[in-house]
């Protein structure tokens, strides 16, 4: 399943990266092409081991974004992923905006709220 995203600099910067992204609930973090980021002033701020679905492992660099999917806005990592990669957006933005997966109707749906729960102890 795929969902329009826009992803610009933390604090905006008038310059924007709209496309479509596949939906990942296996992928924790979003990516994006390297070169996308970068133009639209999303810089690299640190590095972090990534495993691919084919279980190789890869050291990524990564960086900050305003993440805007369904009308919602959050921020979160967004790796620097390889030319011609296809763009990811991960499980962490989705729950920050309150939206999860339906696999049964393969659509995303709107949590009437976003869950607040302190832990018991």
Do not use: W
Request: aromatic share 4%; net charge negative.
């Amino acid at each position: 399943m795929h969902v329009t995203v826009t992803l610009t600099p933390p604090g905006g910067s008038g310059r924007a990266y709209t496309a479509s992204f596949l939906v990942d609930t296996g992928a924790t973090d979003s990516m994006a092409p390297a070169s996308e980021l970068r133009r639209v002033g999303i810089q690299p701020i640190a590095k972090r081991s990534y495993e691919l679905a084919n279980g190789e492992v890869l050291e990524c660099p990564f960086g900050l974004a305003q993440i805007e999917v369904m009308g919602e806005v959050t921020a979160g990592r967004v790796i620097f992923g390889p030319e011609g990669t296809e763009p990811i957006l991960g499980v962490t933005a989705l729950e920050s905006v309150g939206i999860t997966v339906d696999p049964a109707h393969q659509t995303l749906r709107r949590l009437p709220s976003i869950p607040l729960k302190q832990a018991a102890g």
